[in-house]
């Protein structure tokens, strides 16, 4: 925690580290979606909070200048902005590649031909499962799976490039040949099959959500089969719960070092789940540049390079390779984020976490703890 | 996405509507970027990758560079093939027509 009192930090440039890749944008975090997964913070952004549309447009130039190549315009959900079509077109314009993650539900064949027709490149969407009641239970709204499937085909009249975005767990494993199929029936160009990841909202529900690593492996060679089978038509990405690697991910391809995040309100952070870890202390780009805060943000320079490590990481010749792991994940189960991420096999916690996850999975699976955003949220168009 | 797209000489490649080959000023590179993905490019698949307009066909697209370059055209023919054909199996690169 005495992290904070250091002001010798080294900053970006002094890393090495070049300007980001990608910025993924969190347009709102308003959803009609209770996905028990979400993946945003526990204390959600309200409306009044949210950047302006002129905001984001500096934001987006300011993107540009640095020399990022990618935008992946998210939330929450995306649609719920009524300034989404003014925000695609200054991306298109000022030639970031851009990329609408999105939950589909509110959205409707004019609005995203106009979203074509200005500009956007790549829809991805979200799907909680291929049995429509099931997938309808896990994301907490009646009717979201058969609207799903026909936005899907809407992407594709428009010739927009689909990826479909399948989270995948216990409650839904044993379909993972369908959602294979299913994404191939919507003609997608892609589709991920990601693992629910534990840190937030969905640490609180892991019981209902970890597989046994039966089931995992069962799962992965499904991926692996479908991979040969289908290469050239689909591309598939594949994301395991790291729970059950023996070394944890690269999370974001290193702290601070290739990506950043846009919270609604204008905060920078180094990956959507940052605002797990208490002590960070955000910049926003209401106060500075984005350039400034790639640069001299104490949230990112906090964990870049390895000077920060304890062991084993300090000692691990894997340390420019995982980067330590994920400081989020760390930080939810060891109470430190620099401690090593349990994930890895060789973190001291490794066993008594991965036993507790493994114990978990050969239990019933208990009630989902809903997301709500807000009991009243109906009708956000 | 289409079936898998076998490259030969007379195939016609060029890039899928939402592949953008571009110039990145600021970081001064040559990138192909689709969903999720980014492709960092050499010298030599970029001046392959300039000549694909989805009106050459993969010969005369090495034919072109072989003279540019001054080099054997069954090799550079043989580099061009390999080259679109990784591509293609990416979904970076589709057939014209």
Known sequence: MDDLKQNNLKTASEHGIQAPLALLAELSHRCPLQCPYCSNPVQLEKKTGELTTDEWKSVIDQAVEMGMHQIHLSGGEPTVRHDLEDIVEHCSKTGLYTNLITSGVLLNPERLNKLESLGLEHVQLSFQDTDNDNADRIGGFKGGHAKKLEVAKWVRDVDLPLTCNCVVHRQNINNLDNFIKMALDLDAERVEIAQVQYYGWALKNRAAFIPTPEQLDHATEIVEKARVDLKGKLVIDYVIPDYYAKHPKNCMGGWGRRFLNMNPKGEVLPCHAAETIPHLKFDNVRDHSLKWIWENSEAFNLYRGTDWMPDPCKSCDRKEIDWGGCRCQAMALTGDAKNTDPACSISPLHNEIFDMAAEEARNAPPEFIYRKYNVRFNSPI | ?97
């Open chain 2, 1 to 97: 996405m289409t079936d898998t797209l076998k490259i030969t000489d007379d195939v016609l490649p060029k890039f899928p509507k939402h592949v953008k080959f571009k110039y990145n000023k600021p970081r001064d590179e040559w990138v192909i970027l689709a969903p999720e993905r980014l492709v960092k490019l050499d010298m030599v698949a970029v001046e392959i990758l300039k000549l694909v307009d989805g009106e050459k066909s993969v010969k005369n697209i090495s034919i072109e560079l072989s003279q540019k370059f001054n080099a054997p055209k069954d090799i550079i023919l043989k580099d061009v093939t390999d080259m679109l054909q990784d591509l293609s199996d990416k979904g970076f690169i589709e057939e014209n027509g």
